[in-house]
């Protein structure tokens, strides 16, 4: 079992395994100790054949707090650096873009097995989360569990890649105890590409699969290498679990990145099709980017955008069935609790229209000799997008609904130990949203405002960190005594160690 | 930096963003009230304001008076412990936003907004609010309480609707009641100083016969949750309308778990209305039949009691 830079062909795993196809891995930990004579970033990230790897099990988007689908993705370039398990990797890789800051994590181990190259990477995430509206009861159905403070399993990963001069194979499981033990697959991808070149890039790959979906930046980037625990609310409506299955061609040239594809319209976590075709693929999208580094600074941006078409669901034939109400509070049933309740046709279904767009940036800097920051900012228009949070649905509405997500923010490493961030996060799922206020329609804000602040540690050269992280949300939740909606007290803390090369 | 420092540096962003911390919504359980669809607000049922006071309307003098409820409607004013789904609609005036709904003395309160307009009493607006009322209410005369507040929050005079509490235990001369507190198949025993057992499906003899019950003899209201198929009532009565005297055993069989670890279960003796006797236990999954099988055992036993006359 080796550790080692990866040599042509096993970068390109490297980059699929661990480089944020599109987008600069979050801060990792930097790679060696030494800040300022910062090891060599092997290649810039393969942007485009990366993988990302998953969410989790969607959790009940309940309105009530919008908590998290993560996602991950590759990380940037195989880094240098880390200490490793088996091999140190030889000093420098052919052509190595001098590294910068923080983004460089781990890629795994490695094990050559002659044309092919088997690499693995895990990582464990495993926090103690505690949320202001959590109560020790169960909802009155029975079905759901109130409580929301508690220790869970967020991420346990396995990415094993394979990887040959014209091919790739990445298959990502998870497991994880979000709402129990669960145990699947995040990503599974099989890639055709042209060779990759010594930093890991393919000028042009088709892949068919379970793969992320590309779009911005949140969805794209690992839920290893993002510090803040889970991708912003917007990312999180619009793409739930941030899989979807479908082809995608995408590819590195030079600085710029190109990435589309075909998907099922379905990610993983869409409650009831997530991971299923309910209609044909419609949905096109793809990212359009830039990976400029220099020596002390990287940066990414893009342009991104999807169409495609929703489904709303019909009705099965029904049957005629006897209701009984006990209208009368006798308790003993009388003709008048009585009703027939007949049964209808069936209803067709119906496709709607959606689409999207958006933009990103973001800033990988070596600022000083012991701090870099990486700095992002991107933002999402959607129509009839929201899948994972509110549940935009047109048919239902009468209207289409429009969402909008911007989210900045910001992560420091000091000494290469200490870790802060700050991250401003704001989703509007309706921005046309109105409610009934006495009989009379009014505009009514839904939109959905989070502060979060962490502050953590973490093991030189690894993705190994312990983070705290609390989140003020303000949203639109409750019912206000004016008949508007209101703040939901609904904050929340954090606490997460992650393990990870 | 520690998450105590980290929380204050992001309240102290919000702080400066203009944000502050919302409202609770618990889920009620607490309360002896339950409104669907409403928010819950722990504490006392808020003073109304003195219908005479009023305040100043924005572009004059004239004082506008406090919202206020001006008609409350009920099927009926009795009320069952654990009664579900018990309907209110009512009137309130026409600046009022939401309605304060609540129990005199409970532990909190809900809000419930208010309707389109009140088409009987026009210009006011209407609502309503679906009750659940807890199992364990006292029985008796209690207040249930309405208040209209309006956009500015004012909240208005009380408005006090007399509701009686029926015990949801049978008044029969002799009863026993059998409640368990998970969907699970449970099934209430009684063997008779006569030997044989009444069931859900009649009388049992000693030959395992089974006779049906007759109008005015001892029967078995229901079999709750029979094979599973959970109709979330959780309870089983045996009345006696004219009990014999002697020696009776009561027994819990649990006939299936469908698919729960266990429930805990009580067993109450009621004559004429009063609990006279009391046992509460626990079964266990393990204790369930084959599937399939009938009541081949006859469960375990809660409780042994004599009528004497």
Known sequence: MTKRRHPPV???IGAALLASSVGLAQPAPAPTPAPVTAPPMPGPAAPVEAPATPAEPAAPPTPVAPVATPAEAPPAAPTAAAPAPVTVPPPSAPAAPPATTNTESSSGFTF???????????????????????????????????????FVLRRGRLVVGVDHRWAQLLLELDVN???????????????????VDDHGRTPASLTFGLFRT????????????????????FAQAFFPGESDVGARVQGALGWFRYAVAVVNGHPLDEPVYGGRAPTAPRDVVGRLGVDVRSERVRLTAGISALGGSGFHAGSPQGV??????????TGTLTPDDLALIQGRAAVRSQNFARFAAGADVAVD??????????????????????????FTDPVVTGYDLRGLGLVAGATATLFSRALVGLRVDWYNPNVDGTTSVAGRIVVAPRDV???????GVQVPGTATRLVAQYDVVRDHLALGTDGLPTDFANNRFTLRLQVSP | MSARSVKALACAAMALLGCSEGVSMGSGYEASLRVRGGRYVAGEFPAGSDPEAGAPMADASTPQPPPAVAVVNATSLAVQQGQLGKQFTGSVSYSARTVAVGLEHDRGYWIVPVDAADIDLPPNLAFHATTDFASDLTPGPVNLLFAAIDAQGRIGPRRALPLTVRSSLPDAPLAVVLDWDRPVDLDLLVQLPDGRTLTARGLRSADGAYTRPTDGGARIDLNSNAGCVIDGTRRETATFPAPGTGRYEVRVHLFSACGEPSTAWRVRVVRAGTVVREAVGTSWSWETDAPGGGPSDDGRRALVFEVSE
């Open chain 1, 320 to 329: 005629d069935t006897l209701g009984v109400r006990n209208t009368s509070e």
């Open chain 1, 10 to 12: 096993a970068r390109g």
């Open chain 1, 112 to 150: 050559p097995l002659g044309a092919f190259t088997l690499r693995v990477l895990p990582y464990l995430q495993a926090q103690y989360e505690s949320h202001q509206e959590s109560e020790d009861q169960l909802s009155s159905d029975g079905a759901h569990l109130l409580n929301r403070d508690r």
């Open chain 1, 214 to 233: 590309p779009f911005g930046h949140e969805v794209l980037r690992s839920a290893r290498d993002r510090v803040f625990a889970e991708n912003a609310l």
């Open chain 1, 365 to 390: 800097a070596r600022l000083a000799a012991n701090v870099s920051l990486y700095a992002w900012l991107e933002g999402a228009f959607g129509q009839n997008m929201d899948r994972g949070l509110f």
């Open chain 1, 449 to 455: 405002f989070t502060v979060s602040a962490l502050a």
């Open chain 1, 177 to 195: 105890t979000q709402q129990g033990v669960a145990v699947g697959a995040r990503q599974a991808e099989a890639t055709l590409r042209l060779p």
